[in-house]
C-alpha cells in the first residue's frame, strides 16, 4: 500500500493521526467533504484496505497505522531514510566486499552492500538480509561502527538523504563465496578512492577498522490505551 492521497482522501486521513476511531459526522465535520462525496470515498479507503468500519466507526487497518510517521504534506518534511550497511571484512580483515551500484543515486560507483532497514527487523537482522538478497551469502554480524547522517546535494538543494548505520560482519563460509563482474574483494590498502562513493570510502578508511563498536540502543515499546513499556532488544 502506497500513501499517494488525493485531496479528500488525505484530509480524511490526517483525521486519524489524532483519533483512533471516528464516526462519519465527525469525519464530515473536520473535513467539511459532502456527505455523498465522503461516503464514497470512504468506501474506496476500505477496499484499498486503508480503513476498516466497526461499530459504525472507521479506524485505520494495522497496514495503514504503519504509513502514519512517514506521511508528509509535501516534500520539504521527507524525511531520511534509514539505511543498513553491512561491511563484509575477508578472513584476515585486510579486504572489504563492495558491490557496483546498478541504479541511481550513485550508479557506476562501487559501495558498500547496503539495504533499507525495514520496521519489523533489527539492525543485525537488516544486515543478514541485505547480505542473503545481494550477496547470497550468510554472515557473522560484528558490532556498528558508525552511524553517519548523509545529504546528497543538487543545486544547493537537498536531493536525498540518508542515515547509515555501519555494521562490520564476516563471510561464514569465504571459501563457497565466488565473486561476481558486480561484487568483488577489495584491498583495503589500495582501494581508489576515486571508484568508491566518497562516504563510503570515508567510512572504511575512518570508521571499519576501528577495534571499539559504538553503542546504539535498539528497543521496541508497547503502547497499551494509558501506558507505553519500553522494551531493550
Known sequence: MSLQLGANKQKIFLQFLYNERL????????????????????????????LEMRAKTYKLTPVAEKLIPFYVKDEKMISPLAVVLPAC??????????????KRPYKGFWSLLSGRLLINESIGEAAQR?????????????????????????DDL?????????????????????????????????????????????????????EQNIEVVEETVNEHKKTTKMNLS
Open 23 to 50: 464516526r462519519f459526522s465527525k469525519i464530515q465535520k473536520q473535513t467539511r467533504i459532502p456527505s455523498n462525496l465522503l461516503a464514497y470515498f470512504l468506501k474506496k479507503m476500505i477496499a484499498e484496505g486503508m
Open 89 to 102: 571484512l575477508s578472513k584476515d580483515g585486510k579486504k572489504v566486499l563492495l558491490i557496483k551500484r546498478d
Open 130 to 154: 541485505v547480505m542473503r538478497e545481494k550477496a547470497f551469502c550468510k554472515i557473522i554480524v560484528g558490532g556498528i561502527k558508525s552511524v553517519v547522517y548523509e545529504r546528497l546535494i543538487e
Open 158 to 210: 537537498s536531493k536525498h538523504g540518508f542515515v547509515f548505520f555501519l555494521v562490520e560482519a564476516r563471510v561464514i563460509d569465504e571459501k563457497q563465496f565466488n565473486e561476481k563482474e558486480f561484487l568483488k574483494w577489495f584491498d583495503i590498502s589500495k582501494l581508489k578512492k576515486r571508484e568508491v562513493i566518497a562516504s563510503d570510502y570515508w567510512m572504511i578508511k575512518e570508521k571499519l577498522l576501528q
